[in-house]
Structure formats: structure tokens, C-alpha cells
């Protein structure tokens, strides 16, 4: 039973206490009496049940109860997939059988084909340009050279993902909690309810378009395959990523932190040093959980580095801090405010921004595309559907008028 259901059981309860109060009804009273006392247990352990549900971590949602399937699922081939729709006469049995239940897991049927998550465990944030560069005439793999680009950072804070959704996804959430109150002797206390909301994720749809050589998908090395997938996650996985920091929430682009009106906001104060012990005092001020964080820019960071104290010694930027755990990223905008040259500087309880993931990433391979085609060469587009969410936005503080440099 929910806590609303619990706390509205009791204020019937109470309104029956007082009408037998007032009509010196002792037998009503006392039973009335009776079952507030087992109610108020009840409440009790059910709020500490809240309590710890808002303080779970998340995890992951990934994966089945059967086994074989989740076996099946970590050995799909992409590189065989891709060979079998671009026509190579490859054999792809186990990964077109796997369709049925992917399509099922989405809920509706790829518009070429589904790639489940599990091969996706460890997520890939680097690619190249050119896939040709990979296939020198000694095929090295080994030495593949990545290109350079950001890292994800958002899971790494600790965020929450829900995988395998379907439909929009609604979370309750309480936003107010009972009045309490001291009151004379036979004096009624004050009616304050507990009030609630809720958030609701929706279907937000990513993609890209790649063009790889028809010699790499017929590669058998398992190190081509790995590659592929790479390819396919690191810049889908690096939009989402970008999208859930600073998302415009405008068409189909999804809300990000940075522009959630209810993140709370606080000015910079004299130096990095003063603004993050301000944000980490208003964070205890709203009972935000110790499991915090900071997210800041390479340019917060260079500053940071350069803080000397008043003899001009260098002071570590894990005292800037103040030991803080933080992550630096260049996924984070550097142009914000009036004047486009402000830092993202975000702190508060990671665990409260959830990511929900609908689909597998849905593939789709085209070889007669024009200029793949006449090269040879195969053009592949995947998507993927997720939305962001924050559970408690007074969980985050984002830092305005950061700086640096000056």
C-alpha cells in the first residue's frame, strides 16, 4: 500500500477519534485509538521503505531471468547481421531468431534490425572517421587508432539508467510532506496533507549515419567486430550523453539538467573555492544525500589547477573541492549565460537523474545507397530512444557566472 493510501487511512481514523471525543463516546474512542496505533506502525515501516528506495542507487536494468537467453543475447553478432542484410551470403540464424524477442522488448518491430544492449556493456566512446584507415594490406587490428573525442560522463557520476521500457513511464513522487505541529491539551492540530507529483519519461528518438567498407564486415577477426560495434555506440552514446547535461527540452531534442527551471541555481561567488562550499552547504540545507558530485568543464579545471594560496604555493584541486568527487568533461558546455562564455559547474546526488532507454539500438543497413554504393561500401543508420528525467531536482545545484581565466 502507498503512503498516501496509509496517511489518508489515518486522518479518517482521526476524524473519527474527535467525533467520539465529542460525544463522549469512550468505546469509539478507544477503538478509533486502536487502530491509529497499528496504522501509525504501519506508516512507519512504509516510510522507511520510501526512505530507502529514495536512497537506492538505481542499477542498471538490463537482462533476462533466463540464462540461456541472456547468453544468446551477450554472442550476437554484429558484424554477421550487417554481412547477412548487405547480402555477403553470411549465415546470421542465431542473430535473426533474436529479432522476435528484441522487437518484443521494444514493443513495436525494428525498422531494420535490433541490437540488444548486453553487447553494449561497456560502453564504447571511440571511433574513426575514415574506416578505410583500419584496413592496411597486413590487417592490423590491434593497432587500430582512435579517433579523439569526449567521454561520457553522466553514467559515471553515478546516474540512474532504466533500460527496456515501453510506452511513457510515470514516477510518483512526494513534494511535500504532513504539517507537524505542538498543541495544547484537547486542542486540534493543523490539517497539512502530504502533496505529490509525478515525472514522466517519454520516447525521445537519436540516430546517425555511417559508411563503412564492404571489406570490413567480412572481416572475421573478433577485433573488427568490436570495432563496429565502437562505431555504432561512441557518438549516439556521446549525443545522449551531451543531450542529458545541456538538452534544450525544444522539439524533439529532450530536457537536459542545465535547463531544468527546477534545478536550483546559485551564483558565483569570489572564487571556485567559496562557490563549491556554497553549493555543497545548500545541498545539506535540503537534505540532499551525501553520494554527491561535482560536473565541471577542462576550463574550471585549468583554473582550479592555477589556484595558489596567499605565499602563492599551488592549492590542490581536490581542496578546491573540498574532497568532493568530480568529474571534468568536455561534454560540458562552456558557453552558456549572456554572454556565451560561461562554465558548467553542476553539483548534487547523481542517483536522482535517470536516463530510461526504450529500444534496443535499431540498425538499419543500406548497400545500394549512391555513394556507398559506387565505392562498394555500406551506409548504416542506428537509433536509439531515450528521455531524461530528475527524481528530486533539489538534489542539484548549478553554478551560474563561472568563468575562466580571467
Not at 579523439?148 to 557520476?157: E, H, N, P
Not at 522539439?251 to 553549493?279: C, K, Q, R, S, Y
Amino acid at each position: 500500500m502507498k503512503t498516501s493510501d496509509l496517511i489518508e487511512q489515518r486522518a479518517a481514523i482521526v476524524t473519527r477519534m474527535n467525533a467520539a471525543h465529542e460525544a463522549d463516546d469512550n468505546g469509539g474512542f478507544e477503538a478509533a485509538e486502536n487502530e491509529l496505533r497499528a496504522l501509525d506502525g504501519k506508516l512507519d515501516r512504509q516510510r522507511k521503505i520510501d526512505a530507502a528506495d529514495r536512497a537506492e542507487p538505481g542499477k542498471p536494468l538490463t537482462g533476462t531471468t533466463d540464462e540461456h537467453l541472456d547468453r544468446e543475447l551477450r554472442n550476437f553478432s554484429l558484424t554477421r547481421i550487417i554481412a547477412h542484410k548487405a547480402g555477403l551470403g553470411v549465415d546470421a540464424g542465431r542473430e535473426i531468431e533474436l529479432q522476435a524477442e528484441l522487437a518484443k522488448r521494444a514493443g513495436k518491430p525494428a525498422q531494420g534490425f535490433y541490437v540488444p544492449t548486453e553487447i553494449f556493456e561497456t560502453r564504447a566512446v571511440q571511433t574513426t572517421s575514415n574506416s578505410g584507415a583500419i584496413l592496411p594490406t597486413d590487417f592490423r587490428p590491434d593497432l587500430f587508432v582512435n579517433a579523439l573525442t569526449a567521454s561520457a560522463v553522466i553514467t559515471t557520476l553515478g546516474a540512474t539508467v532504466l533500460t527496456g521500457l515501453t510506452g511513457n513511464v510515470e514516477i510518483p513522487r512526494e513534494t511535500g510532506s504532513p504539517a507537524v505541529g505542538w498543541v495544547a491539551e484537547n486542542a486540534a492540530l493543523s490539517t497539512g496533507n502530504a502533496t505529490f507529483d509525478s515525472l514522466t519519461l517519454s520516447p525521445h528518438h537519436v540516430g546517425a549515419i555511417s559508411e563503412i567498407s564492404r571489406n570490413m564486415v567480412m572481416q572475421a577477426s573478433p577485433n573488427v567486430e568490436q570495432l563496429l560495434r565502437n562505431m555504432l555506440a561512441r557518438n549516439i552514446a556521446l549525443e545522449i550523453d551531451r543531450a542529458a547535461i545541456n538538452g534544450s527540452g525544444v522539439g524533439a531534442e529532450p530536457l537536459g539538467i542545465l535547463n531544468d527551471t527546477d534545478v536550483p541555481t546559485l551564483a558565483f561567488d569570489t572564487d571556485l573555492f567559496t562557490t563549491t562550499a556554497n553549493m555543497i552547504g545548500a545541498a545539506d540545507l535540503a537534505n540532499v544525500s551525501t553520494a554527491r558530485g561535482f560536473l565541471a568543464t577542462n576550463g574550471v579545471k585549468s583554473d582550479a589547477m592555477k589556484t595558489r594560496d596567499a605565499d602563492g604555493n599551488p592549492i590542490a584541486v581536490g581542496v578546491t573541492f573540498h574532497g568532493e568527487p568530480v568529474q571534468f568533461s568536455n561534454q560540458a558546455p562552456s558557453n552558456l549565460g549572456t554572454g556565451d562564455d560561461e562554465h558548467t559547474l553542476i553539483y548534487g546526488d547523481w542517483r536522482d537523474f535517470l536516463v530510461g532507454v526504450w529500444s534496443q539500438l535499431d540498425i538499419l543497413v543500406n548497400p545500394y545507397a549512391e555513394t556507398a554504393y559506387s565505392k562498394g561500401n555500406l551506409l548504416i543508420r542506428a537509433m536509439a530512444t531515450v528521455d531524461f528525467g530528475i527524481r528530486r531536482p533539489a538534489s542539484f545545484i548549478a553554478a551560474t557566472g563561472i568563468t575562466v581565466g580571467a
